[in-house]
C-alpha cells in the first residue's frame, strides 16, 4: 500500500519558514478547538478513518469513548500546549477535565497493565502540575509512578513493555518506545526525593543503550531478557518490516527518548545513542525528507510514508540539540528540513478537511492498523514540533 501523494495545492504552498510555522499553528488550534466539540470529555481513537477520528470502540468493561488504551494521553497534551501558546482557557478547562478523568483510571486501576503509563501521565497530570500547580493531578500521576515500578525487573534492569507480569509471551520484553515512559519516573525522583525512581531510569536506559541499539546504528523494536536470569536474549520486532530492519517510529524515539534521558540521568552514552540513532535516521530518509514507516526503505518504493515518525524525530533533533551543543546547530536544521516537509506535504488543506492535523502516518502495518490515516501520537508530536519551532524557549512536560 502507497501513501497518498501531497495535493498539488500542499506541494504548492510558499511561506517562509516562520510564516509557515505560524500558518500551521493557527490551522491546528482550529482543529483542537472543533475537536473538544466533537468530543467533550470523551476519547477518539488511537487513528482516524478516511481523516476522521471515531470514538475510542467499546470493549468488555469499558464503555465506548472511555478511557483506556495507551494513547489517550495525547488528546489532552495538544489541550495543554494549545493553553500554553494562547492562552485561550477553553483548552485548558477541556485539558482539566481529562486530568480528573485520568485520577478515575489510576484511582479504578483500569487498563494500567502497560509500561505507558509514562506516556497517559506524563501529558495528562504531569501537564497540569508543571503548569497550575494542580494538587489532584501530581497524586494521580505520583500513583501511576508507583504502577509504572511494578514493573521493573531487577534481574535484567528493566521495566516489562506489555501484559500481565506472569504472561510467559511477554515476560522480561520491552520496546523502546520505553524509553519515552521514563521521564514520568524522573518527575516523581523530583517530586518525591526517592532515588528508587531514578535509579530504575538509570538502570533501565543503560540496559537499552546497551541492547536494543545496534552496532551500525538502527535499533531493534524489542528485546527479550530472562526474567529469571536477567540474561539478554534476543531482538526483534512487533511493528516493523523484518526483526532486523530498522522500524522509522522506533528509531525516533530512540533520537528523543536517549537525549531526553541524557538530560535526566546525565549520562553521557546515552547523548552518544541519541547522535547514533539521529544519523541513521537521517542517512535513511528519502528525498522529501518523511519516513517510510521502516527505514529499509527508499525513495521509490512501494510502501506507505509514516509522518509520525518525522513529526517525533523534528521533537528528538530539537531535544538533541538542546543537549548537545556540539552539534546544535545540525541537530536543529535538519528538525527544520523535515519539519517544513511536513508542514508543505503532509497536512490538510484546511483544518475543516480532517479531524487529524497530520496525515499520512502509520500505526501498525503488519496488522494493518492504521495504515496511511492520522493519528494521535503524530498529531500531538506534530504540535509539539511547531510550539519547539516557533519559540525555542519552550519546554513540554517531558
Known amino acids: 500500500m502507497t501513501t497518498s501523494p501531497p495535493t498539488a495545492a500542499a506541494a504548492a504552498r510558499v511561506d517562509t519558514p ?40 467499546a470493549v468488555p468493561g469499558f464503555a465506548e469513548g472511555e478511557n483506556r488504551g495507551w494513547t489517550t494521553s ?31 483510571r489510576v484511582r479504578g486501576e483500569r487498563d494500567l497493565d502497560t509500561h505507558d503509563l509514562g506516556f497517559l501521565y506524563t501529558l ?6 508543571r503548569l497550575l500547580g494542580d494538587d489532584e493531578a501530581r497524586a494521580s500521576a505520583l500513583a501511576a509512578a508507583d504502577h ?23 515476560r522480561g520484553r520491552t520496546i523502546i518506545d520505553s524509553l519515552m515512559n521514563m521521564p514520568l519516573l524522573t518527575w516523581a525522583a523530583e517530586q518525591t526525593g526517592d532515588a528508587r525512581y531514578s535509579d530504575v531510569v538509570a538502570r533501565h536506559t543503560a540496559e537499552l543503550r546497551q541492547r536494543i541499539l545496534r552496532p551500525d546504528g538502527s535499533t531493534f523494536h524489542t528485546f527479550y531478557w530472562d526474567a529469571e536470569t536477567g540474561e539478554p536474549l534476543r531482538g526483534a520486532t512487533e511493528q516493523g518490516a523484518f526483526d532486523d530492519s530498522c522500524w522509522a517510529r522506533g528509531q ?14 546525565g549520562d553521557a552514552a546515552l547523548l552518544d545513542a541519541s547522535r547514533t540513532c539521529a544519523e541513521y535516521f537521517l542517512a535513511h530518509l528519502p528525498a522529501d525528507d518523511v519516513p517510510y514507516w521502516d527505514l529499509v526503505y527508499g525513495d521509490d518504493a512501494d510502501a506507505p510514508r509514516d509522518s509520525s515518525s518525522g513529526a517525533i524525530a523534528v521533537c528528538g533533533l530539537f531535544e538533541l540539540a538542546a543537549v548537545d551543543p556540539e552539534g546544535a546547530e545540525r541537530w536543529r536544521a535538519a528538525a527544520e528540513r523535515i519539519l517544513a516537509s511536513l508542514i508543505a506535504r ?16 502509520v500505526y501498525d502495518l503488519p496488522k494493518n492498523v492504521g495504515v496511511d490515516e492520522g493519528t494521535l501520537w503524530g498529531d500531538y508530536f506534530y504540535l509539539e514540533a511547531l510550539a519547539r519551532a516557533a519559540r525555542p524557549e519552550w519546554r513540554p512536560v517531558w
Do not use: K
Open 18 to 57: 516562520r510564516a509557515a510555522v505560524d500558518r500551521a499553528l493557527a490551522q491546528v488550534f482550529d482543529t483542537v478547538r472543533a475537536n473538544i466539540e466533537a468530543f467533550g470529555i470523551r476519547y477518539p481513537d488511537d487513528t482516524t478513518r478516511a481523516n476522521r477520528y471515531p470514538l475510542r470502540p
Open 74 to 104: 495525547f488528546w489532552p497534551g495538544m489541550q495543554w500546549i494549545a493553553w500554553e501558546l494562547t492562552g485561550d482557557e477553553a483548552f485548558r478547562d477541556a485539558a482539566l477535565a481529562h486530568a480528573a478523568d485520568f485520577g478515575r
Open 124 to 129: 495528562s497530570c504531569v501537564a497540569p502540575w
Open 148 to 170: 509504572l515500578m511494578t514493573r521493573y525487573l531487577p534481574s535484567a534492569g528493566i521495566i516489562q513493555a506489555w501484559g500481565d507480569l506472569a504472561d510467559p509471551a511477554q
Open 252 to 265: 525516533a524515539w530512540g533520537i528523543y527518548g536517549f537525549a531526553m534521558n541524557h538530560r535526566a540521568t
Open 346 to 361: 503532509y497536512t490538510p488543506e484546511r483544518a475543516e478537511d480532517a479531524d487529524t492535523v497530520l496525515l499520512h502516518s
